[in-house]
């Protein structure tokens, strides 16, 4: 398996879609086999996911993520873990774990790994007009 982290000074990137370098971890039985890294296109949505897809990432762990990448992303069959925040190393060693939904690496403001269900994210504490 073939997973992907932005990286900026060893934690993950806090928002992919401008992220300009990528960890790619290949994984066998929830082992590093190998680990190397690759500079990311321009910001350009179409390229980014074109590269990982052509880099055979089968997930994507990262920060914040635009929804257009992310469903451009998922149409190229890359499950994303997004809202993630650490050091790159501790979150590898989660997400090979199963731990990742921990709060300890869910993003300043996020409510940990649920799916976005409204848009802007977490809904918990605001309050709905009804006009």
Not at 1 to 11: C, L
Not at 13 to 17: M, T
Not at 104 to 115: D, I
């Given at each position: 398996?073939?997973?992907?982290?932005?990286?900026?000074?060893?934690?993950v990137?806090?928002?992919?879609?401008v992220?300009?370098?990528l960890?790619?971890?290949?994984?066998?039985?929830?082992?590093?086999?190998?680990?190397?890294?690759?500079?990311?296109?321009?910001?350009?949505?179409?390229?980014?996911?074109?590269?990982?897809a052509?880099?055979?990432?089968?997930?994507?762990?990262?920060?914040?993520?635009?929804?257009?990448?992310?469903?451009?992303?998922?149409?190229?069959?890359?499950?994303?873990?997004?809202?993630?925040?650490?050091?790159?190393?501790?979150?590898?060693?989660?997400?090979?774990?199963?731990?990742?939904?921990?709060s300890?690496?869910?993003?300043?403001?996020?409510?940990?790994?649920?799916?976005?269900?409204f848009?802007?994210?977490?809904?918990?504490?605001?309050?709905?007009s009804?006009?």
């Open positions: 398996m073939k997973a992907a982290v932005p990286v900026w000074q060893g934690r990137s806090p928002v992919f879609d992220a300009g370098q960890l790619l971890v290949e994984l066998a039985e929830g082992v590093e086999v190998c680990r190397r890294e690759y500079r990311l296109p321009d910001a350009d949505p179409q390229q980014r996911a074109a590269q990982l052509e880099l055979q990432v089968e997930t994507l762990i990262c920060g914040a993520i635009s929804q257009p990448l992310e469903a451009l992303l998922a149409e190229n069959g890359i499950r994303v873990h997004g809202r993630v925040c650490g050091n790159v190393d501790d979150v590898l060693k989660a997400f090979v774990a199963g731990t990742l939904g921990e300890q690496y869910a993003m300043p403001g996020c409510c940990g790994q649920q799916r976005r269900r848009r802007g994210g977490c809904q918990r504490g605001r309050r709905r009804n006009g």
